[in-house]
């Protein structure tokens, strides 16, 4: 790679560099130079200076650049070390003492302090001069850093948590706090350092740190346990637990240690250090401070001698983290306590395999850790986020590949809200960031310079791209020398390499320059398009819009953008789809401005449409006014009828029904202008759809019903009429509401076999849809296996949306088979998916379930803060969970506030009038006759007989049986709590 304009070079030059920044100032220094003499405040002021420039070499920093008494230095130039965050937290406080201990000239009373501020990540740098500094750096991480020390009081140490991440268990910290920083849009995590923690503190860290349950490493564990068995049984024994970094080898350890001491045993710990802070004996130096009590020994030999004397009394355990750091005197140690064959003596390492030590020597066994399984990895995720979009989890497998502290720091990510699915890349903290990249270094510069080409091109590689890129075969030695680094490994396709895990590409992919990226990614296009002249070019769209667009090529890159959003939407992947459309749409934008550029931007905005029907964000609410907004300005009547259909469209999958039924309305104007009887006929059929969702049932009916019979007589039989289909799942989903349960399955039953073997977005519809009609009807088992199969739609064609309903309505199923509280849990779950897109439709339904299910469970508190959420949704005309929610606060203010009951009950009756649902005036019938007799003894049996009618008509056995039990317990003058009828669950759960 050649040095770009920024005089960006290749290798280990200036450029791009992950740095950790330390900014610090003399407290209240402008009242100091008023009250002191001159000459006295200048040699203040080269005193500080001393301090700057002595103690941030030590710590392996450079002094950027001093101005007055303010300090910018950095960490991690020349060469990235993965300490250079702790470097620069351990410069810090030893400058905050010395200053603190200075004292000259300075007026009765005072003293001098700083504070500073300190942040990672990654910086542009470029040569400086007499004004800049040595070096010019640019980018966020500077300001950032200098906003954290103006923020930092006297005496403060402000430090991100991106830049000490788990290094923080080495200092004292303050709790962190969210700080709001000027520029920066989310508030940044920030520690306040006060001092270096001790041993014992460092380690009660560590245990914490990752505080979520140990999953997997069962054989791991197993082998430790027999190391520890025979060591007990007099038998010397050492263990290195050896790995990549990240693998999880002290997490393994120190759960295996607390296993250890509850067998009795004692344990000693200690942990080596880099170069930087390394001091000779360091581990066991460590492992004296828990022996108090004992002669403190000086020689190799000496402690041979205490620890020999220790495994006399008791079974011992020496635990050292980070041995590939070890100095020659540890060596030593350890190699004389392995030649004591007879001692109850366990020594267990935490090792490296780094590219200067593959395989330690320093113990009888190496336990090799690889990567999680990926059962081990979901149920990891699980641990770290309760909550969480599957299809989010399923992108942090992929991306993790197993790795335990890459599997955790997405999970940050993803619980901040950053780990959103998208085309583009993950980011790492400024830590981690560092622990890659220091890696990197290690490699020959031809390794490098192949590893970031590796990184442009992809997570995954065609060969024959990186040979032409960069003229190394791919089987070649480089290459290899890549896999035995743990870099780039043989795909599962024949022909393709990829990065064993996806962050350690993205991360790569960042420190190169943004000219030299650019003009790699043009390069990697070019070849693409000629090699795709020969070859299949549909496989290669996707990434051929991805190259165009790194690299600037807005045309190409809108073209091909398109295209594969196209051949995503046909293969129903709607969330690569999604992805792609945003990405042409935002390359359009790049272009210049013109009437043909506009409405290529409204027609892929539609294109987004077919995706916004099933699965919908109300981020992209404002593309849909924007294309209308473009429509009017250059479009025809056609156009314009479309935008108002499709911004319709998204209003109504949002569940804002009243917007959705106005937008349709002017489509219907605009297409019947236009005497296009297609666009005609899909108007009415949104229209009808929104009508419904807004329970206006009897225009829904008309409507959809003139749909119906005319994409009927066009059918044909080579295709499916996704539209069709949609059309009468819509009718059969309203037709249950009345009760016409019969009629409803009708439509589902032409529906489905319509779409019999297809795996397409409608089918999660259609089962999903029948799924909720069967709960209405009281079929739990067929609306479970509905929804399971709705699921399976959902998952294959990545609809969010639809797996959320379809989970919950399956576990609402479960929950009125079982009545087990975790069923309710799930439907929590998946609702809270979709909080980010802030869809509203089918959610009253689920809050709805909720309100019912937690008032049985007892838990009143809850049931009414989602009765609440369901009846927020009644002001969209979100009918479905109103009249359910009404029962439940009936139920729930019974026993507690019996005057509220029948205001309840009441308005209840109100919501299922106003769907004209005739399933719900049953069932709120039959709960006002239950409460009526189990408060006051009184029979309701008009209300009693008019449910049981109803359910005798509209084919609900479930629900008879209910009725009839709370009838045969009322002629038996029965008022105590009902016992549950022989067919099902107590009655109080359908409320």
Known sequence: MKDDAHG???????????????????SQSTELAEIMEAEHYATVLAAVRKVYHDAIPRHGGIVVRVQGDGLLAMFGYPVTREDDGRGAVAAALEM???????????????????????????????????????????????????????????HEILVSEETLGPASRFFVTGPPQLLQVKGRAAPLLVYRVDARASLAESFSASSRHG?????????????????????????????????????????????????????????????????????????????????????????????????????EQRPLLLFIDDWQWADDASHHVLAALRKRADSRLLV????????????????????????????????????????????????????????????EELCHSAARG????????????????????????????????????????????????????????????????????????????????????????????????????????????????????????????????????AGGDAVQAARYAELAGDKALSA?????????????????????????????????????????????????????????????????????????????????????????????????????????????VQVVAALGEAHQAAANYDRSLTLLDEAIAVKKRHRSGRHVNV?????????????????????????????????????????????????????????????????????????????LTQLSVARAMDAFSGWMLTRQPEHLQTIVEVTAWLVPRQSGLFRSLNHGWLAAGLTHAGRHAEARRHAALALQRSRQRDLLGAAMSYRALARGFAARRPERVQHYLDRAMEAARARDSAHEIAVTQLCAAEIAWQQHGRRENALLDAAIAGFERMGMPWHLREGLWLQSAMEAGTREELAPAPAGPALSAVS
């Open 211 to 311: 505080s979520t349950a140990f999953v997997g490493r069962r054989a791991e564990l197993a082998l430790l346990e027999r190391a520890m068995d025979d060591a007990m049984a007099g038998h010397t024994r050492s263990v290195a637990v050896a790995g990549p970094p990240g693998m999880g080898k002290t997490r393994l350890v120190e759960h295996f240690l607390s296993r250890v001491v509850q067998r009795g045993c004692t344990v000693l710990r200690g942990y080596c250090e880099s170069e930087l802070g390394a001091e000779p004996l360091q581990p066991f130096q460590h492992m004296l401070q828990a022996l108090a009590d004992e002669a403190h020994p000086h020689t190799p030999d000496d402690f041979d001698a205490l620890f020999a004397r220790l495994a």
């Open 418 to 549: 950053d780990g959103g699915r998208r085309l583009g890349r993950a980011q790492g903290a400024g830590w981690l960031n560092r622990l890659v990249e220091s890696r990197v270094q290690h490699l020959s510069a031809a390794q490098i310079e192949l590893v970031r080409a590796a990184a442009v091109i992809g997570n995954v590689i065609p060969a024959w791209l990186l040979e032409t890129i960069t003229g190394q075969r791919a089987d070649g030695p480089l290459q290899l020398g890549l896999a035995e680094q743990d870099f780039i490994f043989p795909g599962e396709r024949a022909g393709t390499l990829r990065f064993k895990h996806g962050i350690t590409r993205d991360i790569i992919y960042e420190s190169v320059g943004l000219h030299v990226r650019q003009a790699l990614h043009l390069r990697i296009a070019e070849a693409m398009q000629a090699h795709s002249a020969t070859e299949a070019q549909d496989e290669a769209l996707e990434a051929l819009a991805m190259h165009f667009d």
């Open 96 to 154: 905050h003492q010395r200053i603190t201990d200075l004292r000259p000239y300075l007026p009765a009373g005072r003293h001098l302090c700083l504070h500073t501020g300190i942040h990672s990540g990654l910086v542009l740098m470029s040569t400086g001069d007499v004004e800049l500094g040595r070096f010019e750096l640019l980018g966020s991480v500077p300001n950032i850093a200098s906003r954290l020390s103006d923020a930092a009081g006297p």
């Open 723 to 799: 539209g069709l289909a949609f059309s009468l799942v819509t009718r059969g989903y309203l037709l249950g509401d009345r009760g016409q349960f019969a009629e409803a399955h009708e439509c589902f039953d032409e529906a489905r076999a319509s779409i019999e073997g297809l795996t397409h977005e409608i089918g999660a519809t259609v089962h999903g849809l029948r799924s909720a009609v069967l709960l209405w009807q009281g079929r739990w088992e067929e609306a479970s296996a509905a929804a399971i199969e709705s699921g399976r739609n959902a998952e294959a064609t990545r609809s």
């Open 348 to 407: 267990v390492l935490s090792t490296r395999i780094t590219p200067t030590a593959n395989a330690p020597a320093a113990a009888d066994q190496t336990l090799l850790l690889g990567p999680l399984s990926d059962e081990e990895a979901r149920r990891a995720i699980e641990a770290r986020l309760r909550v969480l979009d599957p299809f989010v989890a399923e992108e942090i497998c992929r991306h993790a590949n197993g790795n335990p502290l890459f599997l």
């Open 8 to 26: 960006e070079k290749a290798g280990m030059a200036l450029g791009r560099r992950y740095l950790t920044l330390l900014f610090a100032d003399l």
């Open 572 to 680: 129903s992947a709607l969330d690569r789809a999604r992805t792609l459309y945003r990405v042409a749409l935002a390359a359009l934008d790049r272009l210049p401005a013109s009437p043909a550029v506009a409405l290529h931007w409204v027609a892929i905005v539609h294109s987004l449409g077919r995706i916004c029907v099933f699965d919908p964000e109300r981020s992209e609410l404002a593309l849909y006014v924007r294309a209308l907004e473009l429509a009017e300005r250059h479009g025809d009547a056609g156009t314009i009828g479309r935008a108002h259909y499709w911004l319709g469209y998204i209003s109504y999958g949002l569940g804002d029904g009243r917007a959705a039924v106005a937008h349709c309305e002017r489509a219907l104007v605009e297409a019947r202008a236009t005497q296009d009887e297609k666009l005609v």
